[in-house]
């Protein structure tokens, strides 16, 4: 349920509908927005409507929420939610770039690629410290000292870090070192680990898993939003189909669409989606013209040398190409220059 206090109500009466709802054994999440103040409050309806809660002092109404995803529902909050990464601010309208390798390889390449994202314009590093393989006997990432080095990346180029996390422990270890963590797509329905996240006071980059509806991914969030932490950006990465040309088939339909559906940002990550360097630079600019709130971009300085996705990274000139005609484009659609 959706409980909206009158734009004046007072704190003495926000403190009166979240201590019932807290005596009753429901959670109330506030939320402040420009226009209204309202508290979501999950649990049984039939419980909730017993409360009488429309008769407190303040109270405007009590709506039910439709959708079984409440708190990151437009129904509870209308308003776009930002939310800052380092110097960035994902949710603005400006799209954000995070770019950067696949996989954290050397302290070499990950400067490397880190002072070239700087210099592109991409605002946050990503570098794979943990890598879920399909095969046990690939490269699975260089872990503490991955993560030491994505530290050193962002201390000397100021970009803010994302890396994925695939269990507690790395999680743990992670928090030390990045200004972000990244639940993948293998593991976007990993309930105990998306609680995890929920408590671990860092932004969370979801990534939708490749067989997830929309409404799985968003329950997903739902998970993570619940634990106390509105911090979710999810990323549309592909879902797979019975095309083969392309590694994933990029649902670029989900970006407008689950931006009316949740107040959350949303990102696109061509890379993953397509699995071709070829494909990333129109598909980028295809999800920077749907909407989408930024991209997550493989670039490596040498991606036939890479150890992971070296054939859908782009190489750092692309990079700088590719960023030059998201800026064109974005002007274009903020209406800039025109
Ligand atoms: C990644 O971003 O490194 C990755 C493994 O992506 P996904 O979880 O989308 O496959
Ligand atoms: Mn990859």
Not at 21 to 31: K, N, V, Y
Not at 82 to 88: D, M, Y
Not at 156 to 172: C, F, P, W
Request: charged share 20%; proline share 4%; glycine share 8%.
């Amino acid at each position: 349920m959706v409980i909206v206090m009158g734009v004046n109500a007072r704190q003495e009466e926000i403190d009166v509908v979240m201590n019932k709802l807290t005596e009753f054994g429901f959670q109330g999440h506030l939320i402040r927005g420009v226009n209204r103040i309202v508290i979501g409050a999950v649990g049984d309806r039939a419980v909730i409507n017993s409360l009488n809660l429309e008769v407190l002092p303040g109270v405007e109404k009590v709506i039910p929420i439709i959708h079984p995803f409440k708190l990151v529902s437009r129904e509870v909050r209308d308003e776009q939610t930002t939310i800052k990464v380092g110097n960035a601010v994902l949710g603005s309208n400006k799209p954000v770039v995070i770019a950067g390798p696949c996989a954290v390889e050397s302290r070499e390449q990950l400067m490397t690629a880190a002072r070239r994202a700087a210099a592109a314009g991409a605002s946050i590093l990503r570098g794979g410290t943990f890598k879920p393989r399909t095969s046990p006997y690939s490269f699975q990432g260089l872990e503490e000292e991955g993560l030491k080095l994505m530290s050193q990346a962002a201390a000397e180029t100021g970009l803010a870090t994302v890396t994925e996390i695939v269990d507690e422990s790395s999680l743990e270890l992670a928090l030390n070192y990045v200004d972000m963590v990244q639940i993948g797509a293998r593991n976007m329905q990993n309930f105990r680990l998306l609680q995890a996240v929920g408590r671990c006071g860092k932004p969370v980059l979801l990534k939708r898993g490749f067989s997830a509806t929309i409404e799985e991914w968003l329950m997903s969030a739902e998970y993570i939003v619940s634990e106390g932490n509105a911090d979710v950006v999810l990323c549309e990465r592909g879902i797979r189909t019975f095309e083969k040309y392309t590694r994933n088939t990029l649902d670029l339909s989900a970006v407008p669409l689950v931006k009316g559906l949740t107040h959350l940002p949303v990102i696109v990550d061509p890379s993953h989606a397509t699995g071709k360097r070829e494909l990333v630079v129109p598909m980028s600019l295809a999800a920077v013209a749907a909407g989408a709130d930024g991209l997550i971009i493989e670039m490596h300085p040498e991606p036939r040398s890479a150890l992971c996705d070296g054939q859908q990274s782009l190489t750092p000139d692309e990079l700088d190409a590719l960023m030059l005609k998201i800026v064109n484009l974005s002007n274009v659609l903020s209406g800039v220059g025109a």
